[in-house]
């Protein structure tokens, strides 16, 4: 009997926004109509739509204005919700006026507000870096950057900020309420126990979210220790696993959790604890070599669905992808 245990080292570096939806309004009124194109001659005709614009001008302009301004207030940007009462808006590259992009922010500030909404992410393209100022001045700030895209965010309720600071080079760690670090002032890994029957890269997930509440993904492993006589004298495997971070606002498991919080790699790695450990030291190096390099400094094992000639039942082959350039 093999007990299958998880570390988990979940990072928050990368953002992905699940919605692939592009940017679009919302409204109710319909555009005005078009002249018709039979009237679209020269002559007495042309004369005659020149008259009747010119009698009917003035109240038009002011219809037009109101049913302009009705339009604009009712039009938002799409957005995604989030599990932790927040929205998602991922901008396309399509041109936008800045001042356009400014009226409709402001709507949707005021719309979502009213929803009760939390944290508001915009990811805006580099194309679309003209859209970073009217968001500033709406009380966006910066929350991480790639190399193609700039990551906003804006917190909506007057209650404290629990947003994470920024999402480059951080880890999700915690402090047990049980165990053998319960008031040690510890700061790990989220851990956890495989199911029977539950495959490595969904329990390191399911894991994640049910300790700290954050949604991941799983990316690979990292590295494996086998040791024997561990649990009632029974062999263990303890997987290193590394997440890509979804969502970010922690909500810590009051039952097993006393803390959780996002922490920089280096005040993680600077703990005296994981210093005095070897085990720990050598998981912290291969983090720093996969922070600074990425692929190319370390490359794990990923997850692959294949069959046997044993079942037609899937499983998981875990394997370096990066090497094999399997996509």
Same mark, same amino acid.
């Given at each position: 009997?093999i007990?299958?245990?998880?570390?988990?080292?979940?990072r928050?570096?990368?953002?992905s926004?699940?919605?692939?939806?592009?940017l679009?309004?919302? *409204?109710?009124?319909?555009?005005?109509?078009t002249?018709?194109?039979?009237? @679209?001659?020269?002559?007495k005709?042309?004369?005659?739509?020149l008259?009747?614009?010119? *009698?009917?001008?003035?109240s038009?302009s002011?219809?037009?204005?109101r049913?302009?301004?009705e339009k604009?207030v009712?039009r938002i940007?799409?957005?995604?919700?989030?599990?932790?009462g927040?929205?998602?808006?991922?901008?396309?590259?399509?041109?936008m006026?800045?001042?356009?992009f400014?009226?409709?922010l @402001?709507?949707?500030? *005021?719309?979502w507000?009213?929803?009760?909404k939390?944290?508001?992410?915009?990811?805006?393209p580099i194309?679309?870096v003209n859209?970073?100022?009217?968001?500033?001045?709406?009380?966006?700030?910066?929350?991480?950057?790639?190399?193609r895209y700039?990551?906003?965010?804006?917190?909506?309720?007057?209650?404290?900020?629990?947003?994470?600071?920024?999402?480059?080079? @951080?880890?999700?760690?915690?402090?047990e309420?049980?165990?053998r670090? @319960?008031?040690?002032?510890v700061?790990?890994?989220?851990?956890?126990v495989?199911?029977?029957?539950?495959?490595?890269c969904?329990?390191a997930?399911?894991e994640?979210?049910e300790?700290?509440?954050?949604d991941?993904?799983?990316l690979?492993?990292?590295?494996l220790r086998?040791s024997h006589k561990? &649990?009632f004298g029974?062999s263990?495997? &303890? &997987?290193v696993?590394?997440?890509?971070a979804?969502?970010?606002?922690?909500q810590p498991?009051e039952?097993?959790?006393?803390?959780?919080?996002?922490?920089?790699?280096e005040?993680?790695?600077?703990?005296p604890f994981?210093?005095?450990?070897?085990?720990?030291r050598y998981?912290?190096?291969?983090?720093?070599?996969k922070?600074?390099?990425?692929d190319?400094?370390?490359?794990? &094992?990923?997850?692959?669905?294949?069959?046997?000639?044993f079942?037609?039942?899937k499983g998981?082959l875990?394997?370096?992808?990066?090497?094999?350039k399997?996509?």
């Open positions: 009997m007990v299958t245990r998880l570390m988990i080292v979940s928050s570096s990368i953002l926004v699940t919605s692939s939806k592009n679009s309004f919302y *409204s109710k009124k319909r555009p005005l109509s002249l018709n194109p039979s009237l @679209r001659s020269q002559g005709t042309n004369r005659l739509i008259g009747i614009f010119s *009698s009917i001008r003035s038009m002011s219809s037009m204005s049913v302009s301004s604009q009712e940007l799409e957005a995604k919700n989030d599990d932790h927040g929205v998602i808006v991922e901008m396309t590259s399509e041109p006026d800045p001042g356009v400014a009226s409709l @402001r709507a949707s500030l *005021s719309h507000r009213k929803e009760g939390r944290g508001v992410w915009i990811k805006v194309d679309l859209l970073v100022e009217p968001a500033v001045m709406e009380g966006f700030y910066f929350h991480h950057a790639e190399p700039l990551m906003l965010v804006h917190w909506l309720p007057s209650s404290a900020n629990t947003l994470p600071a920024n999402a480059t080079h @951080r880890v999700l760690v915690v402090q309420k049980n165990g670090f @319960r008031g040690s002032g700061w790990k890994f989220p851990t956890g495989v199911d029977e029957g539950e495959d490595i969904d329990a997930v399911r994640v979210k300790e700290t509440g954050i991941s993904k799983f690979e492993i990292l590295a086998q561990s &649990f029974k263990d495997l &303890f &997987f696993c590394m997440m890509q979804l969502s970010f606002e922690i498991q039952s097993e959790i006393e803390a959780a919080q996002w922490m920089s790699y005040e993680y790695t600077a703990q994981v210093q005095k450990h070897e085990l720990l998981i912290a190096d291969i983090c720093r070599q922070k600074e390099k990425g190319e400094g370390y490359s794990g &094992f990923s997850p692959v669905p294949t069959t046997t000639g079942s037609d039942s998981c875990y394997l370096n992808r990066y090497d094999l399997i996509l």
